[in-house]
């Protein structure tokens, strides 16, 4: 019985070493495959991230590059802008300076035209031979007859000429010696002209009935009348800075 005993116990001792020794080498073993698939799991987190950090430099890179070409090509074109502009205030002083040469001779005819208020002069026209003349359509008048004055111009050149016998330019003038008792401009509302072309040893003529009526200047009310019963009148026709001999008629 002690044998079997000690062949218990002897049996037990090499299982619980025997069952200890392996599994202490089993921890072991199982420990450092555990920390060696540990240190490898690591390695390849960090293996991505080298590639995004060179990703993040070149596109960093690329983006200052583009600033300081972008910074660049601006200064480029402001320094082209400047240059353009003074090239071009270069340029437009050019033609100032050949603004302030002699001007061109004026047209004569353009300004003649342009300034009808003149009688003709050049192109073969004198103003001595253009003659102005006033005349009434009778020389005596009975009560309440209108007279009809008329200015007349002649042209005495052997050329055509352009006369300007516009309202603007002509007045009726009627006095009774050194009364003046009636002008066509006084209350004269619009002066427009007319320049006509006279031929030679021809002439054109303007009528104004006269109303009889006395005017001051500026058109200033009147109420006097010319008197009648045989007064005498005269009636003086100009044309620009021609004036006509007297016309005199007479009003019963």
Do not use: H
Not at 79 to 105: M, R, V
Not at 176 to 188: A, K, L, P, V
Not at 216 to 239: D, H, K, M, N, S
């Amino acid at each position: 019985m002690g044998r079997q005993d000690n062949s218990g116990t002897q049996g037990s001792r090499p299982k619980g070493p025997g069952s200890g020794a392996p599994a202490g080498r089993g921890a072991s073993r199982t420990s450092a495959p555990k920390s060696a698939t540990n240190v490898p799991s690591r390695k390849p987190a960090r293996k991505p991230v080298r590639p995004v950090y060179r990703r993040r430099r070149l596109f960093v890179a690329a983006a200052l590059l583009l600033v300081i070409a972008l910074a660049f090509g601006g200064f480029a074109a402001a320094s082209s802008f400047l240059n353009d502009g003074q090239s071009t205030s270069g340029d437009s002083s050019a033609p100032s300076d050949q603004e302030t040469g002699p001007a061109p001779a004026p047209d004569t005819t353009a300004s003649a035209s342009a300034s009808p208020s003149a009688l003709p002069t050049g192109n073969g026209c004198e103003q001595n031979l253009v003659t102005v003349t006033a005349a009434t359509d009778k020389p005596a008048y009975a009560a309440g007859e209108i007279p009809l004055l008329t200015l007349k111009v002649t042209n005495g050149n052997k050329v055509p000429c352009k006369v300007n016998i516009g309202t603007s330019q002509m007045e009726f003038l009627v006095a009774s010696g050194s009364d003046r008792i009636f002008s066509s401009t006084d209350c004269q509302a619009d002066a427009t002209d007319l320049v006509k072309t006279i031929a030679p040893g021809q002439s054109e003529t303007a009528n104004f009935p006269w109303q009889r009526n006395r005017t001051l200047q500026g058109c200033a009310p009147i109420q006097a009348e010319p008197g009648t019963g045989g007064a005498y009148y005269v009636f003086t026709a100009r044309l620009a800075d021609k004036t006509s001999p007297k016309a005199v008629f007479q009003l019963n």
